[in-house]
């Protein structure tokens, strides 16, 4: 099972030796992202545009995608190459 989980907002700025993303992360945020590490040890952070800004200026969302803990383990989604093999009939 997995489902996204929000942790950060990202704003776009257009600096004055080009553009750049101001990213904040609060410390319930940076928590989030402990609490579900992805099977290497790491987690991936999606940034994706927002529909409408905030009152803050922010333009961008920061996600992951976290995986279910069963029984004190975490479950992991199956890779391509596992897929694959499942598909395969003989």
């Keep these: 099972m997995t489902e996204k989980v ?15 993303f101001e990213i904040s ?5 940076l928590d989030k992202i402990a609490e579900y590490p992805g099977e290497s040890g790491w987690t991936n ?3 994706v545009p927002m529909r409408n800004h905030d009152a803050r200026g922010n333009t961008h969302t920061i ?21 694959l093999e499942d598909a395969i009939p003989f």
């Design 63 to 83: 996600y992951f995608i976290a995986r279910a803990q069963i029984n004190g383990t975490f479950e992991f989604d199956k890779s391509p190459h596992e897929e």
């Design 25 to 29: 992360f609060s410390p319930g945020d």
């Design 45 to 47: 952070l999606r940034m």
């Design 6 to 20: 929000y942790c950060g907002k990202a704003r776009y700025v257009e600096g004055k030796y080009g553009p750049y």
